[in-house]
């Protein structure tokens, strides 16, 4: 029988990759069985959903400044910031006349009844509607369902004249009727 050696993996540099750079190794701290890998880099920042938001509305207020200068530059930091404040003011002036419109309530306790009442009623019927999404072929025929009323309703009264002309006198009568007359 003969005797066979098996080879053996060696480093014959002693220098190793590391973020697409070659760093020198001392020979001592090299090993011929240990073989450094470049180190992945950090994983990206995940923004929150909110800070999206902020930076594409941001990025929105930037592009209407910017079509509404001649020039079509970007606006300078004092433009932008009288841009942000005008932003500011409105829900402050939002939240006054609300504060407003609650002082002038008699029976607070109702109208929070009635609004706690209307966000548990949004939220359950929002869960039905996700269960009722999740059954097969219901929400295919319910969009069917959808469209076909959609077009029945637009040749039942917008498509001829006096049949429009109906239509928005019931809508101007039903305005009066919820608002009363002015």
Known sequence: MASTTSPSL???SSSTLVDGKTTRQSAAAASSQCVTLPTLPPPPAVQSRAA????????IARNVVAMATSTGE??????????DMATTELPSELLQK????WDKLDDKYAVSSLGVAALLLLWS????????????????????????YT?????????????REALISKIKDLYKEIIGSS
């Open 10 to 12: 060696s480093l014959s």
């Open 52 to 59: 999206r938001t902020t930076a594409y509305c941001r990025k």
């Open 74 to 83: 970007v606006a300078t930091t004092t433009e932008a910031s009288s841009a």
């Open 98 to 101: 609300i504060q407003e419109a």
């Open 125 to 148: 019927s929002t869960g039905a509607i996700s269960a009722i999404d999740r059954l097969p072929l219901i929400p295919g025929v319910l969009e069917l369902v959808g469209i076909g």
């Open 151 to 163: 077009g029945w309703f637009a040749y039942k009264n917008l498509v001829f004249k006096p049949d």
